[in-house]
């Protein structure tokens, strides 16, 4: 982060930055570099595990992510960018390539490619950043912002390190372009308004999210709101680049990327630190807010907990037809592998189109969802009352089956859940509920909601499947993409590719079932 002093906010006037040609964002393809990255991040998710205990190994991948890192945040040729690798690198390849090629040899075929790849690259001279974008540089008073510990290896009067408008000297120009730049940066920048216009170059295969782009700064002359960013549509190239590999080539940059082997680790702390909860019935209602979910390892740099319990299992997955038609199943948690393509919806936006969808078949369908919430949150206050034991112990006594158990309590207070398997047991709750006189109408309620959420849930499924069949170029390149499937965003869905899978766990319910930032756990 850029320490911004505040003097130098008084030097400027923020005015143009709302404008809705402030930003523009410029996307660049290059097939032949992306390829290229595509088999450095294979090899380093596939051989990661091995990282510690082989050191050869680990300097070896590592010359090319910083190949990959320069040409990722410098205007420079191809054939440039591999001379500051070399220049700045200790690396001795020629000893290490024979060394790893013997310690894995079923990867020599890969190895070889990425060799042979970066001797050519030694020699290219495109320009990734500027080849097709030398009309946004027309006078001085365009500036390239670099965001590098690396230095170019010549001056280029356009081009300056991101440091540079903190020069006392500096005035307001007439465009900066930043290159794939980070959410951090172009807020620093865009606060400013040191500039008319702003550019960003963006390499198609970079995963960057802008969407929470928004003004904070202190000026009591400005409101705090999103700024627009305008994508420039660029035609894509026509290629005939092959996969010359078989198998699965992973998008991921390992830098979005995380280690689920320390995520899990952390997760098990947390349940030892539970464990340890002397108090019966807390740690019985701390049990009861957990649920077994397996770890996965998502693109976008984001991860998810899959509810994997008895009683919920399964995920929705997007799968393609040969034919290109979208289909949306539901597959065992277990079954799940990456490469595959997980549907999140989330719990409100779920709820609100079933709702929505269930109203078209029922004229009470409001008062059906009163009486669900009303018993649930009854059930709910006589746990926090009586304590777990003695709910299911009541349960028994008032007709309940024998068998009841702490996870069937779970499944009950479930939002999806509308009612028991069995009229007894579903009449026991509601005598412990004090809503025993309504017990049979809440029950048949109950049926019939379930009933209307099946097709229902067929219909938001046709309308899934023909909103991602329109558009899949952003998921298929990029590994997600956002849809939404009414006017007002409330039935949004995000589609999500695995990376890696990880272990089974229990985790709190409320961190289960969606993408989310590891640092959010």
Not at 65 to 73: A, E, L, V, Y
Not at 111 to 116: A, G, L, S, W
Request: a neutral charge; hydrophobic letters at 35%.
């Amino acid at each position: 982060m850029i320490k911004i002093e505040n003097k130098l906010l008084d030097k400027f006037k923020i005015s143009d930055i709302y404008k809705d040609n402030y930003i523009k964002s410029y996307p660049i393809y290059n097939d032949k570099f992306k390829y290229f990255r595509d088999i450095v991040f294979y090899l380093s998710n596939r051989l990661k595990n091995y990282f510690e205990n082989d050191i050869n190994l680990k300097k070896f991948l590592g010359f090319y992510h910083r190949f990959i890192k320069i040409s990722n945040s410098l205007p420079l040729t191809i054939s440039d960018c591999a001379f500051l690798t070399v220049t700045n690198s200790d690396v001795k390849l020629t000893k290490i390539i024979k060394i790893i090629k013997t310690a894995y040899p079923d990867y020599e075929q890969e190895f070889d490619f990425v060799i042979n790849e970066f001797e050519e690259f030694k020699a290219n001279k495109t320009n990734l950043f500027l080849d097709n974008n030398l009309n946004l540089f027309y006078d001085n008073e365009n500036l390239i912002l670099y965001e590098s510990r690396y230095e170019p290896n010549y001056k280029i009067n356009y081009v300056k390190s991101k440091n540079y408008f903190l020069d006392p000297d500096f005035k307001k120009t007439q465009s900066i372009t930043l290159l794939n730049p980070t959410l951090d940066l172009l807020k620093e920048i865009a606060y400013l308004d040191i500039c008319t216009n702003l550019n960003i170059l963006n390499f198609s295969w970079v995963i960057r999210d802008y969407s929470n782009l928004s003004l904070f700064i202190s000026n009591s002359e400005v409101e705090t709101k999103k700024l627009k960013i305008n994508y420039i549509e660029v035609p894509k190239p026509k290629t005939n680049t092959l996969n010359e590999f078989k198998g699965e080539i992973f998008d991921e940059d390992i830098e979005f990327s995380s280690d689920l082997d320390e995520i899990y680790k952390q997760l098990e702390a947390k349940n030892i630190e539970d464990s340890k909860i002397e108090d019966k019935d807390q740690k019985n209602e701390n049990d009861l807010e957990k649920i077994k979910a397996t770890l996965f390892q998502l693109s976008n740099g984001k991860i998810a907990l899959l509810r994997n319990d008895q009683n919920d299992k399964s995920q929705d997955v997007i799968e393609q037809t040969p034919l290109g038609r979208i289909l949306i199943k539901s597959k065992k948690v277990d079954l799940i592998q990456p490469g595959e393509f997980v549907l999140f919806q989330g719990e409100r936006a779920k709820a609100n189109m079933l709702e929505k969808e269930t109203s078209k078949d029922i004229d009470n369908a409001f008062e059906l969802y009163a009486d669900r919430k009303d018993w649930k949150y009854r059930f709910k206050q006589e746990i926090n009352r009586l304590g777990l034991e003695k709910v299911i112990n009541k349960l028994k006594e008032y007709g309940g089956r024998k068998t009841i158990k702490v996870n069937n309590i779970k499944y009950w207070l479930n939002p999806k859940s509308l009612r028991t398997d069995d009229p007894e047991t579903f009449f026991s709750i509601m005598k412990l509920c004090g809503l025993f006189n309504k017990s049979e109408e809440i029950w048949l309620n109950m049926e019939k909601l379930e009933k209307a959420h099946l097709k229902a849930g067929k219909e938001i499924r046709k309308k899934i499947e023909d909103e991602v069949t329109r558009d899949t170029n952003l998921l298929f390149e990029k590994g997600f993409q956002e849809y939404f499937l009414d006017e007002k965003g409330s039935g949004s869905i995000e589609v999500y590719k695995v990376i890696e899978k990880g272990k089974s766990i229990k985790v709190k319910f409320s961190i289960t079932d969606k993408p989310i930032l590891p640092g959010d756990l």
